[in-house]
C-alpha cells in the first residue's frame, strides 16, 4: 500500500520580533508570487507561450539581484521557491479542471494575493532546513525558534510545513507527515451518506447525525457579527473592532467545525468498509450566502477527513456523481416521482408504496449509485486513494470559513 500524506496541525506562538520576521516573509512570497501572475497573464494576453517554472525560477533569481529589491534576500530563499511553486500549481488546477483531466468541480484561474487576505501562508520544505528542535521549539531559517504547543505527537519527521496566519490573527504550524496505512481489520458494512441542512448528515441505515448545539450556536454568533459589520461605517474604528469580532467567530466555528468532523468521520470509517457520499460540487441546495459558505466549507471539510482517513485505514471511499437527483428516486423500486418542495420530509412512493423518509431515501440512492461504481472500478481503475493531504494549503483563500 502507497504511503499516505497527512496534515497535523499546532498552535504557534511566535514573540513580537518573530512575527515582525513572519510578517516580511508572507509580504515578500506574496510579491513573488503576484509578480509571476502579472507575468504569465501578460504572456498570455501577448499570445506567447505559457512561462515554465524553470523561467519563473530564473526571473526569481534576477529579481533578487535588483538592488531595489534586495529586501527579498531576507527571507528564507525556499519561502520564494515555494510561492513560485503555489502559482505552478495553481494553473496546474486550473487547466486541468478546463481540460477535464482533474476531476471535480471547475476550479478558478489563479488570482492575485493581497496583504488584506484572511490568510496568510508560506511553506518550508526539508531544503530550507526547518528543524524541531528537542526543546519542542520550530526552528524557521531567519525568522528564529518559535514557541508551538504541541497538542498531539507528530508520528514521524515532517517532510514540510506551512505557517499560516489567520483572520484572527493567530499563528500555526501545518506539517505534512508521511505515514504507512494502518488497515484497520476488514467489515462487510458500507454506508452511503446525505449531508444536508437540516442534519449534518444522514447515514442509508437511517442514522441521522445533528450537528453539535455549540456548533450552530457558534454559527448563530458568526451571522450577528457580520450583520454588525455590515452597519459599521467603512474605514471607522468601530468597523475594525467589528472586523476582529467577525475574524474570531469565524475561527471559533472553524475550530468547533474540525472537532465535530474528526469525531465524526473517525466513526464512520471505522465502522465501515466502504463510505460512499454525494459529489458536493453537484449538490444544488436552496440556501442563503452565509449558510452556503458555512455548509459548504463543513462539508468538503468532512469528506476531505472521510477520504485521507479512508486512505489511511484501509477503507473504500467514493464521491458518486449523479444523474437525477437522489431525493427524487425511489430507493426501493427506482421509479422517479418528480421534484418535491424542500419542505416535504416524507413521502410515499406511488409506484410501489414504500413509506420514504426524504434523507435517508437520499442516502440509500447515494449508496446504491456508490456500490455501482465500486463494482464498475473493479475491474479497471478508479481514482487513486492514497493522496490524502488537501494541496493548496500555502494559497491565501480570501474569506474562507
Ligand atoms: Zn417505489
Avoid at 149 to 168: C, E, F, N, Q, Y
Amino acid at each position: 500500500m502507497a504511503a499516505v500524506l497527512v496534515r497535523y496541525r499546532y498552535r504557534m506562538y511566535p514573540t513580537v520580533s518573530q512575527q515582525q520576521m513572519l510578517a516580511r516573509a508572507f509580504g515578500c512570497a506574496r510579491v513573488v508570487f503576484n509578480d509571476a501572475l502579472a507575468a504569465q497573464r501578460a504572456a498570455h494576453q501577448a499570445g506567447e507561450p505559457y512561462i515554465t517554472a524553470r523561467q519563473l525560477s530564473a526571473r526569481l533569481t534576477h529579481m533578487k539581484n535588483d538592488p531595489a529589491r534586495a529586501w527579498l534576500c531576507e527571507v528564507s530563499a525556499v519561502v520564494l521557491q515555494q510561492a513560485l511553486a503555489d502559482l505552478n500549481a495553481a494553473y496546474a488546477n486550473f487547466f486541468g479542471s478546463v481540460t477535464g483531466t482533474r476531476k471535480g468541480p471547475k476550479i478558478a484561474p489563479p488570482r492575485f494575493r493581497s496583504r488584506k487576505d484572511s490568510r496568510q501562508a508560506i511553506r518550508f520544505t526539508a531544503n530550507s532546513r526547518f528543524k524541531v528542535l528537542d526543546s519542542g521549539r520550530l526552528r524557521l531559517p531567519k525568522v528564529g525558534d518559535i514557541e508551538i504547543r504541541w497538542s498531539r505527537a507528530l508520528p514521524s519527521a515532517p517532510s514540510s510545513v506551512t505557517v499560516i496566519k489567520d483572520a484572527a490573527g493567530r499563528f500555526f504550524a501545518s506539517f505534512v507527515v508521511e505515514t504507512n496505512p494502518e488497515p484497520l481489520s476488514q467489515t462487510d458494512r458500507a454506508c452511503g451518506l446525505d449531508l444536508g441542512l437540516e442534519h449534518f448528515a444522514v447515514l442509508d441505515d437511517g442514522t441521522k447525525v445533528t450537528a453539535p448545539r455549540f456548533f450552530r450556536q457558534a454559527e448563530k454568533k458568526l451571522s450577528r457579527a457580520q450583520k454588525s459589520l455590515s452597519r459599521k461605517e467603512k474605514g471607522s474604528k468601530r468597523r475594525e473592532k467589528a472586523r476582529v469580532q467577525v475574524a474570531r467567530a469565524h475561527a471559533h466555528v472553524k475550530d468547533a467545525r474540525r472537532d465535530f468532523c474528526h469525531k465524526l468521520s473517525t466513526q464512520i470509517i471505522r465502522e465501515n468498509q466502504a463510505v460512499y457520499v454525494e459529489d458536493l460540487a453537484v449538490k444544488g441546495l436552496a440556501r442563503s450566502f452565509l449558510a452556503k459558505s458555512v455548509h459548504d466549507a463543513g462539508w468538503s471539510t468532512f469528506t476531505g477527513m472521510l477520504e485521507y482517513k479512508a486512505a489511511l485505514y484501509g477503507r473504500e471511499f467514493i464521491r458518486v456523481g449523479r444523474f437525477e437527483p437522489t431525493s427524487q428516486v425511489c430507493s426501493a423500486c427506482g421509479v422517479k416521482d418528480g421534484p418535491k418542495p424542500l419542505q416535504v420530509r416524507q413521502w410515499t412512493c406511488p409506484a410501489c408504496g414504500t413509506a420514504h423518509d426524504r434523507d435517508v431515501n437520499a442516502a440509500r440512492n447515494i449508496a446504491a449509485l456508490g456500490r455501482g461504481e465500486a463494482q464498475n472500478a473493479r475491474g479497471g481503475q478508479i481514482r487513486p486513494l492514497a493522496t490524502a493531504a488537501p494541496a493548496g494549503e500555502a494559497g491565501s483563500r480570501r474569506g474562507a470559513a
